[in-house]
């Protein structure tokens, strides 16, 4: 019983938590459905704020869900609060009455049955220490962080009537009931208008008031009336949906942009009194405006020129969007994902911090609208929240996901994985372990397996290698100084463990080798035998024996790395043609690794740890042997052969070690002097590996368009030999217009060789006339791909 706390007691019988590690940056939440992720997010809120807690927040599956005369009891809830400020602390001590001489750096917080409030402190002999503040009538959510949401089903509207953005900023605003309708109200409105002209105009001429008597009359006055009502037609749940989206319109106007309400409101004047070439001059200082304050291409990848717009249209805004190409298009005519991503980026740009407090955001499932490339430009506005940009304190942010691309691979240490039981929720431990594999039933996929899916994939040769990597890469992220050249990006690069040297091609064909748009691939291997045979048989062409699988540019051998003088190797590791990913690491963290291992791993006594000396490991490197092999036949023969270590159990303890030194910052010369080489020679490493990333991404956006169009052209070319018309020939261009990558500088090239073949063969002119010169305009076609190609060469240059 020593061990159950005593809010987990009720009575005799003990009934534990369910304990879910909050990280104090970011967390992401997967489950499979009805695992209980939302309720997660509701938990936190009520926790805090004590407001809205309802029986039914109850699992169904709890022995207290019950309707039983007497019985009848409400959920509970319980949180621990650490990294207390010395204000925080103060307040807590306040409201608690806790004596001064009691010191504490963290509480605990617990509402039972919604009003049985009570916080707990651990005290000096491992008991707690309960504060009752069920009967002093205090609010303790005024001193706790204040969690806010960011709604993810709340869009960016494509037009608000200009008064209400000025209601939203004054609370109330001048204009006639017109003024304040949405368009879809007003094209009632005309609708109804018309019917009346035209089914009772001449009655209404000729009988004047005697027509009050006529009954349909009577009822389309009735719904014309009725129309001009704020809410016509629209139930309750569209009317807090469409507040939303104009309080929306309302940050992006006057917070984000900072246009003062005033300019809205000549605005409003200028449409009524029909001045439209004041309307015109404010709308082009609105624009520019716009343009200056938003950024919002640093953001959004996928368009680096993209620009939002507004122009007026009767007694709205109307936002459009302006691409690459200078083209506008209305929010229909783009991608749901673009709205919703830009209201994500609205509402960071535009929160305000909260005035007393700290702030947690909440977001649920923020992955349903948009692209897997919009999800991860979304984690850039989750660590601009939780790393305070923009001169505003950080925010705590937890949000829940089914999607793979909301996981940050980064930081796999923020990820926390639910799963139903028949015990109910529970927690599953190390969700990044085997790589990923915990997240197998909550995203219904092994995925580890799912690496081909469109990012770049590095392929390594086994387990150990994957978890050197991405250990080494998960820790120069966490120095805040290193440059994102030398380090890998784990959301963009998939690291992909064979199983063996000798599982390279195979796997490099599986990517490759089958589907026509086929994902970058760059290949690490070590430089000894098997790994110098695998790079052979990718040069062969694997077991197909046909032709090169991947050009050698892309295979990386870890000798390769020889050529850098500032690559720091033990002086005994002399022969770069045997050499490992396992020599990269410096003797001192090895020995410290060998030794974690075998005292976690193998259970050894302190005489066998103590043996384990970089001196014996040393001595085996004196004959040719490579570091892993000379730290494999230490184990051995110091043991007699009792002991054996394993690569992957070595790796884990390898990026253990570096953790747990580097958070020390020891000051042994030795430790902190190898630390320092590890992270030069990784570096080094992810240097080349990110240079081949690019250049595979680059040849690879080369390649898709190529491949795509020279289907399209040959389709084209079938279903008009000798001749076509011109508008055959434009929906031909337009349709390669359509593929083109907007994220890619050589479209703009691409597309304006499209443009001029609109032009030089006059395709926007009687096009029901067939093109002229064909036959040259079939080999102008052919030329269109390279376009693309030639400009990165002068970009290059």
Request: proline share 3%; net charge negative.
């Amino acid at each position: 019983m020593t061990d159950h706390k005593p809010w987990e007691m009720i009575g005799e019988m003990w009934y534990p938590y369910v304990q879910i590690v909050i990280d104090p940056k970011v967390t992401t939440v997967v489950g499979a459905n009805e695992s209980g992720k939302s309720h997660l997010l509701s938990a936190i809120e009520k926790a805090i704020s004590g407001e809205h807690i309802k029986r039914q927040d109850f699992c169904r599956y709890s022995q207290f869900f019950t309707v039983r005369q007497g019985k009848l009891k409400f959920p509970d809830f319980g949180s621990e609060w650490s990294n207390l400020s010395q204000e925080e602390e103060k307040n807590i001590r306040s409201i608690a009455k806790i004596p001064e001489e009691i010191a504490f750096d963290r509480f605990f917080l617990f509402r039972g049955n919604k009003d049985n409030l009570k916080i707990y402190l651990l005290g000096k002999n491992k008991e707690y220490n309960e504060y009752d503040l069920s009967q002093k009538n205090i609010n303790v959510s005024n001193i706790l962080p204040h969690p806010f949401i960011i709604y993810s089903d709340i869009a960016l509207p494509q037009s608000v009537p200009i008064r209400q953005i000025i209601k939203c900023h004054k609370q109330k605003a001048n204009g006639t009931k017109w003024e304040f309708l949405e368009r879809s109200q007003k094209l009632k409105i005309n609708n109804l208008l018309e019917t009346l002209s035209k089914d009772f105009g001449a009655t209404l001429k000729s009988n004047g008031a005697t027509t009050l008597n006529n009954q349909p009359l009577n009822k389309l006055i009735l719904s014309l009336v009725t129309a001009l009502e704020e809410d016509y037609g629209i139930d309750s749940k569209d009317i807090n949906k469409r507040k939303k989206e104009f309080e929306l319109a309302y940050k992006l106007i006057c917070q984000v942009a900072q246009i003062d309400a005033e300019t809205l409101e000549e605005l409003a004047t200028a449409l009524t009194e029909g001045n439209e070439g004041y309307v015109q001059g404010l709308l082009a200082k609105v624009n520019a405006q716009l343009s200056d304050s938003l950024n919002f291409p640093s953001w959004w990848v996928q368009d680096r020129d993209f620009r939002l717009c507004v122009s007026a249209r009767d007694h709205d805004l109307v936002f459009t969007i302006r691409d690459r190409t200078g083209t506008e298009y209305s929010f229909a005519e783009r991608s749901s994902g673009l709205k919703y991503f830009l209201s994500y980026y609205i509402q960071y740009r535009a929160h305000q911090p909260h005035q007393t407090t700290s702030e947690i955001l909440l977001m649920d499932e923020p992955d349903t609208y948009l692209s897997s490339q919009a999800q991860q430009d979304l984690l850039k506005i989750f660590e601009a929240f939780a790393n305070g940009e923009d001169e505003k304190p950080p925010v705590q942010v937890v949000y829940v996901t089914h999607s793979p691309f909301l996981i940050d691979k980064n930081h796999s240490q923020r990820i926390r994985v639910l799963e139903k039981s028949k015990e109910g929720t529970r927690v599953v431990k190390d969700a990044a372990k085997n790589h990923y594999e915990p997240l197998r039933s909550a995203f219904g996929a092994f995925v580890g397996e799912t690496a081909f899916i469109g990012n770049c994939n590095l392929i390594v040769e086994g387990n150990s290698d994957q978890i050197l990597i991405a250990g080494a890469a998960t820790y120069l992220r966490s120095l805040n100084n290193v440059s994102e050249l030398e380090n890998l990006d784990l959301n963009h690069v998939t690291i992909v463990p064979v199983g063996g040297a000798s599982h390279v091609s195979y796997l490099v064909y599986l990517a490759r080798g089958r589907d026509v748009e086929q994902p970058p691939v760059v290949v690490l291997l070590d430089s000894d035998k098997s790994g110098n045979d695998a790079k052979k048989d990718l040069k062969k062409g694997g077991f197909l024996k046909k032709k090169e699988l991947l050009k050698e540019k892309f295979v990386l051998q870890i000798g390769d790395l020889a050529k850098d003088k500032q690559l720091k190797l033990p002086e005994k590791i002399k022969d770069f043609k045997l050499i490992e990913i396992e020599d990269l690491i410096p003797i001192p963290i090895c020995v410290e690794a060998a030794k974690l291992y075998a005292r976690e791993d193998c259970k050894a006594d302190s005489d066998f740890i103590d043996k384990i000396t970089e001196h014996n490991v040393l001595k085996y490197l004196n004959n040719g042997e490579q570091m892993f092999d000379g730290i494999q036949n230490c184990f051995r023969d110091l043991s007699e052969g009792e002991f054996h270590i394993q690569k992957v159990g070595f790796a884990r303890n390898v990026v253990g070690v570096l953790n747990k030194f580097s958070k020390q910052k020891s000051n042994q010369n030795n430790l902190s002097n190898a630390i320092q080489n590890f992270e030069i020679n990784f570096k080094i490493l992810f240097r080349r590996i990110d240079e081949m990333r690019r250049n595979a991404e680059r040849e690879e956006s080369n390649e898709k368009f190529s491949q795509k169009m020279e289907r399209r052209k040959n389709q084209f070319l079938n279903d008009h030999p000798v001749s076509a018309n011109r508008e055959d020939a434009i929906v031909f261009l337009d349709d390669l217009d359509s593929m083109l990558d907007d994220s890619s500088p050589k479209s703009d090239e691409i597309r304006r060789s499209l443009q001029n073949l609109k032009r030089d063969y006059k395709l926007d002119t009687e096009m029901v006339k067939p093109v002229d010169n064909y036959s040259q305009f079939r080999e102008a076609l052919d030329r269109i791909k390279y376009a693309g190609k030639i400009a990165s060469q002068e970009d290059d240059g």
